[in-house]
Structures are given as structure tokens and as C-alpha cells.
């Protein structure tokens, strides 16, 4: 049997911003269309979470300076899930 893909979903990477501390080091997929949910009546503290983006300093690649990762989560027949 060859080796098939399917994507289970996509989005734009996400995390902690670098200019903050105390977040964790793994990237999240965010949703292209968040549900957003309920809004917080009574906010103590806040964990926050930006999209990530490229960052280039003179280089070939310039031109996706500031645009936004993307991310993807695919599963094949070969393996149980990667991304």
C-alpha cells in the first residue's frame, strides 16, 4: 500500500510573545475562524496567545517579513499523526 495523506486541520502558528514571559515553548495551531467564547465577566489574570510571524533581517528572504506561519496537521496510512 503507498503512503497516503489527509489533512485533519490548519491554521496559523501560535504562542507567547517574545517580549513576555512565562509562556510555554510548544507553538498552538490556531483556527483560521476562531469560535470565540464567552466574554469574561471578571478578569484577575490572562494568559495571552499571538500569532506568530515571520521575522527576516536582511536576507532572501525578506519578502515574507511580518506574514504569518501557517500551520498544518496531516495523518497518512504510514504514521499516527504529525504536523
Known amino acids: 500500500m503507498s503512503p497516503t495523506s489527509e489533512l485533519v486541520y490548519d491554521g496559523y502558528a501560535g504562542g507567547?510573545?517574545?517580549?513576555?514571559?512565562?509562556?510555554?515553548?510548544?507553538?498552538?495551531?490556531?483556527?483560521?475562524?476562531?469560535?470565540?467564547?464567552?466574554?469574561?465577566?471578571?478578569p484577575a489574570h490572562y494568559g495571552y496567545v499571538h500569532g506568530a510571524e515571520y521575522q527576516t533581517h536582511g536576507t532572501m528572504f525578506d519578502d515574507l517579513k511580518d506574514h504569518d506561519?501557517?500551520?498544518?496537521?496531516?495523518q497518512t496510512n504510514s504514521t499516527k499523526l504529525m504536523s
Open 16 to 42: 507567547g510573545s517574545y517580549a513576555e514571559s512565562g509562556a510555554g515553548t510548544t507553538y498552538l495551531c490556531l483556527p483560521t475562524d476562531p469560535e470565540w467564547g464567552a466574554e469574561v465577566q471578571s
Open 69 to 74: 506561519v501557517p500551520y498544518a496537521v496531516c
